[in-house]
């Protein structure tokens, strides 16, 4: 079937942080600056840079959040708003799994991705989630996130595909946040003591004259 991912324009902070390819990088936003968004749509780009092995492009990304009750109506809501299932095809509601598998109009590839959505409500499900080998992960309101577990997605990241179909051709962890604070473990990794590779996008408030996502 052919489809193709739609999208619409993005602010300059949110569209930078779209097109970035560090291994590690976060978005800070007010409420409603589309920053989960841009983030459901660089994973979704980066499964259609991946590189091609016999014809089809190989990723499977982890999508997070902290609750369970918080990814159903908030995460996996705002996904199957962008990436619907009449389009993209059926979302299990039993595996938290949307597959695809598709040739996008025009294109030369085949597109395999898993997307797997993940609550981190108690120790079993953060077991579940190291276990996975991933392309990838995307923390959904990353300053909820425990930065043990952090530290244990990268290791996770670029495992699929493996080297048998190809190798990653991009892997990590992104994040998109409400403003964290000051004395938070985020600020030190990504703004007062910035890691070596992790990129930092901080949109303007909500208030600003340069505020993203105004309509």
């Known amino acids: 079937m052919a489809k193709r991912m739609a999208l619409n324009p993005l602010g300059p902070v949110a569209s930078a942080f779209y097109a970035d390819n560090s291994e590690v990088a976060a978005i800070m936003g007010p409420v409603g600056s589309m920053k989960s968004t841009a983030a459901a749509c ?77 609550a981190l409500d108690d120790e079993d499900d953060v077991a579940n989630l190291l276990s996975l080998e991933v392309t990838g992960m995307w923390f959904n309101e990353l300053r909820e996130i425990n930065t043990t577990i952090l530290a244990h997605a990268g290791r996770r990241a670029g495992r699929f595909p493996g080297a048998d179909l190809g190798g ?27 890691r070596k590779g992790y990129a930092y996008f901080k949109q303007p408030g909500g208030m600003e004259e340069d505020a993203e996502n105004l309509e």
């Open 42 to 118: 660089r994973i979704v780009r980066h499964s259609y840079e991946q590189a091609p092995h016999n014809g089809i492009r190989y990723t499977r990304f982890a999508i997070v959040r902290n609750t369970g009750p918080q990814l159903v109506d908030t995460t996996i809501k705002t996904w199957l708003k962008l990436f619907p299932e009449n389009v993209y095809g059926k979302f299990s509601s039993t595996s938290k799994t949307h597959r695809w598998r598709f040739k996008p109009s025009g294109a030369k590839y085949l597109i395999d991705a898993e997307f797997i959505f993940r």
């Open 168 to 194: 990653c051709t991009w892997r990590g962890w992104i994040g998109d946040t409400n403003p964290w604070s000051a004395t938070s473990d985020l600020h030190e990794m990504f703004v007062a003591d910035p």
